[in-house]
C-alpha cells in the first residue's frame, strides 16, 4: 500500500514535471530569485492589461503603439524563458546560474531594442548600422537558444534551416536557388521590421492571445476548473461508461478557457482517467479517450489555441466570423467522441458510477433537459434583445447600467450558492466513490459562466475587438476572484472576512503569474515562428515549394491535401500547435487554394487555414512524439505509444472532417441561412455519429464487414450529397465563351457564373485557372457586363479580355487583359442534393434492421 501511494506521488511529480517543462517553465528557484521570477510574470499581465485597455488612452501615459509592444512582449518572454526554463536536464531547477541571468538580461534587451531605440531605427529604415546588426545577431541567437529550452530542438532547427537557406541562395541547387540576402540584410529584414520576428504572429501573441490565456488561467484558478469537472460527473457519471463521457464533457469545457493539450490531460486526466479504470476501460483506452478530448479543446472556440486570433490576420475577416466558422466542426466531432465513448461501453457491456440524484423517469429526464434548453434559449434571447433595446434607450450610461445588472446577478448568485456545500477535491482513487449531486453541485459555480457571458457578450454583441473583450472578461474575473470568499463568507456566516479577502488576492497573483508563465512558451513560439515566415516573404521560397508540391501532387487537389496533411502531422511532432500552423499555413495555404481554383473547386480560404489547424493539433495525438499521449499514459500507468495509437483511432473523426469541409463549405456555415445551418447540423451530427459507428466496429451490434462499407458510404452520402446529384444531374450548363454577356444577362441576380481562363501568371508563366463571378445589378447585358467592368473581344475564334476597367469587381476578381475565356459554367435550376439524403437514409435503416435482427436473434438463445 505505501509502494502505491509513493508510486502515485512518483507520477504526478513527474506529470507536474511534464506539465512545466512544455507550459511554464521546469524551474522554481528558492528565495529571493524566486520572488523575482513571480514578479515579473505577474509584472508582464499587468503590462499586459494596462496596454489592452482604454485606461492609457483616457490618462495619456503608457501608450504604445503595435510594434512596441510586441518589443516590449518578446522581451518578457526571453527573460522570464531564461529565468524558468534549465538549459539542460541535469540544469539546476531550485536556483537561476550567473549565465542564465546574463543571458536573460542580454535576451531582454535584445528583444527591447526596438521600443528603446524605436525613433532612431524610423529615421534609419533599411539602413542598419554596425550596432543594429549585431544587436539582431545576438538577438536571434538567443531566440533560438530561448526555442529550445521552452520548446524543444525541432522549432530551433526548422527556424535556423531557413536562416541558412536564406543567405546561401546562390549557391543552392537549381529549383531552390535565389539571389540570396546580405547578413544585414537578413538582420533588417528579420529583427529591425514587423515583417520577421516582429511579425503579425508575435502581433497577435501580445495583442489577442496573452488575455484569453490569462482570462483561462484566472479562471481556472478561482476554482471553475473543478466545477467543470464535477458538473460532467454529476450529470453523466451515472451512464455506461458514464466516466469517459464526462471526461469528453470536461475536457470540452476546460478547453474552453485553456489552449494546452498537456494541462488539459493533466488537469481533468488525474480525475477522470482513475473513475474510466474503475468501470472496465483498460489503461490504455482511458489515457486515449482522455488525450482525444483534451486535445479537441483546441479546436473548440473561443481560443483555439491562438489559432483563431492567428486566422484573423491571415485570412482577413472579423474574429466571430472565425468563430462562427469553427464552431459547428468542433462541436460535431465532441458529440461524435461521447458517442465513440458510448459504442466503447456497449462492447464492453460497462456499467456507470454510483450517482447520488434520485432515479427520475425518462420521459421526466427529458422534459427536464429540454426544459433547461429553452430557458438558455429565452434567456439569451432576453439579453440579447433587451439589452439590444435598451442601447438606444440609456445611451452612454448602458455600460454603467450593464454593470450594476451584472453585479446584482453575480451577488444573486453567491447567495444562492451559499445555500449548497463547497465543491471539495475528491480523490478518485479512494475505494468507493459516489457521483455528486447534480444541483447542488451545479448551482454552486454558476458565477463562473458570468465572465464567458461577458466576453461573448462583447465580441458577438458589442463588436469590440478580441483584446478589448477579454480585457473587460478580465477585469469581471478580477472583480470575482476578489470578492467571492468574502462574500460566500458573509452569506454563510463563518470565517474571517479579512483572511478571506487576502486568500482572494493570493489567488489573483498566483493567477497573474500563471497566466504569464504558460505564455512564455507561445511568446517564444510566435517569434520564432515569425523568422521562418520572413525567410519565405524574403527569399520567395513559397512559390519554390508551390512547384514542388504541385509536381508532386501532379495537379491533383486530393493529394494535395494529404501531403498537406502529413506536413502537418511531420512538423506538428515537434513543434508547438500554433507555430505549426504558422509555418504550414504560410507555406502550403496558397498552394492549395491556387490548386483549387486550377481543378475547378474554390475553396475558401477559411476552410484552407482549418485544415492545416486541425491537423496541426492531431500532432499532439500522433506517436511517437504525441506529447498529449505520453501525459495521460503517466496518469494512467498504460504504455504511451499504444495509447498514442488508439488516441489516434479515436480521432479519426477529427480527420475526416478538414477533408469534408474543404469539400462541403456548408460544415463552417459558409453562405448559410440560419435554418439551413440548424438542418447541416443535424445532418452532419448523424452522419458523424455513422462515420463513428463504422470506424469503430459496432453499433447496435458488431458489425460485419460489408456494413461497415454501407455505414461509411451513407456517412459520405449525408455529408457530401453534391458528389452523387452533380452525377446525376449537372448543377451547371456548358455556354460557349463568345456568348459570356448573354449568359450574365440572363441568370438570376443572385448566382454566380463559373469562369475558366487561361493566359499568364505573374510571373509569366502559363495558367489555367476558375473565377466564380457573381452576377452584377443591371436590367440588360450590356449593363451588367459595364458594372462587372470587363470588356472582352473575339480574336481568331476565342473569346480574351480586352479592358479590365481599375478598381472594378473583375478587376478584385482577377480578370487581365489578353486573358482567354475558355469555359462558361452557367448554373442550372436542378434538383436539391439534399435529395440524396434519402436513398442515404433507407441504406442506414437497413443496416440497423440487419443489426437489430442479428442482435434478437443472439438474445434469445442467451434467454432460453
Sequence with gaps: MTEDKNRGQETEVDLEDMVASTDSGARKPAGMPGKLLVSIA??????????????????????????????????????????????????PRDRIPVLDWVL?????????????????????PGAPILQDVIVGIIG????????????????????MVFLFYSLAGPWMPGLLAHGGVSLSGLINHQWLTTQGVFGIALGVSASFVFLFVLFGALLDKAGAGNYFIKVAFSMLGHYKGGPAKAAVVASGMTGLISGSSIANVVTTGTFTVPMMKRVGFSSEKAGAVEVASSVNGQIMPPVMGAAAFLMVEYVGISYVEVIKHAFLPALISYIALVYIVHLEALKANMQGLESSNPPKPLVRKMVGFLGGLLLMMITALAVYYGLGWLKPVLGPATPWVVAVALAVIYVALLKLASGYPELELDDPDQPVYKLPQTRPTVMVGLQYILPVIVLIWCLMVERLSPGLSAFWATVFMVFIMLTQRPVTS???????????????????????????????????????????????????????????VEILSMGNLMLILLLTAVLSLILGMGLPTTANYIVVSALLAPVIVQLGEQNGLLVPLIAVHLFVFYFGIMADVTPPVGLASFAAAAVSGGEPIRTGFQAFYYSLRTAALPFLFIFNTDLLLIDVSPLQGLLVFVVATIAMLIFAAATQGFMIARNRWYE???????????????????????????????QFAQALGSADPSSTLRIQISG????????????TVPVPEGDTSEARMSNLGLELRTDDGATVVDMVTYGSQAAKLGFDFDQRITKIQAPVDGLAKEWMWIPAFLVFALVVWLQRRRRDQDVAPAAA
Design 760 to 771: 499568364l501568371d505573374a510571373y509569366g508563366e502559363p495558367m489555367t485557372t476558375y473565377r
Design 42 to 91: 505577474a509584472v508582464w499581465s499587468l503590462f499586459q492589461l494596462w496596454v489592452s485597455s482604454p485606461l492609457a488612452f483616457m490618462f495619456g501615459f503608457g501608450v504604445f503603439n503595435a510594434t512596441e509592444v510586441r518589443s516590449i512582449h518578446l522581451a518578457f518572454a526571453l527573460f522570464l524563458a531564461y529565468m524558468a526554463y534549465p538549459a539542460l536536464k541535469r540544469s
Design 490 to 548: 458573509f452569506f454563510r456566516q463563518r470565517g474571517d472576512m479579512r483572511t478571506e479577502l487576502r486568500a482572494g488576492f493570493i489567488d489573483l497573483w498566483d493567477g497573474l503569474v500563471a497566466g504569464a508563465r504558460n505564455m512564455i512558451g507561445i511568446g517564444i513560439a510566435t517569434a520564432t515562428a515569425g523568422i521562418i515566415v520572413g525567410a519565405v516573404s524574403q527569399t520567395g521560397v513559397g512559390l519554390v515549394l508551390a512547384g514542388v
Design 140 to 159: 536571434i541567437v538567443l531566440l533560438l537558444e530561448a526555442t529550445r529550452r521552452a520548446l524543444g530542438p525541432p522549432l530551433m532547427i526548422v527556424a
Design 708 to 738: 461497415s462499407i454501407l455505414l461509411l458510404l451513407v456517412a459520405f452520402t449525408l455529408f457530401r450529397p453534391g458528389f452523387w446529384m452533380d452525377m446525376l444531374d449537372p448543377p451547371y450548363r456548358q455556354v460557349p465563351p463568345a
Design 104 to 124: 536573460a538580461a542580454v535576451a531582454a534587451f535584445c528583444g527591447a531594442y526596438m521600443f528603446l531605440f524605436y525613433e532612431q531605427l524610423a529615421q534609419r
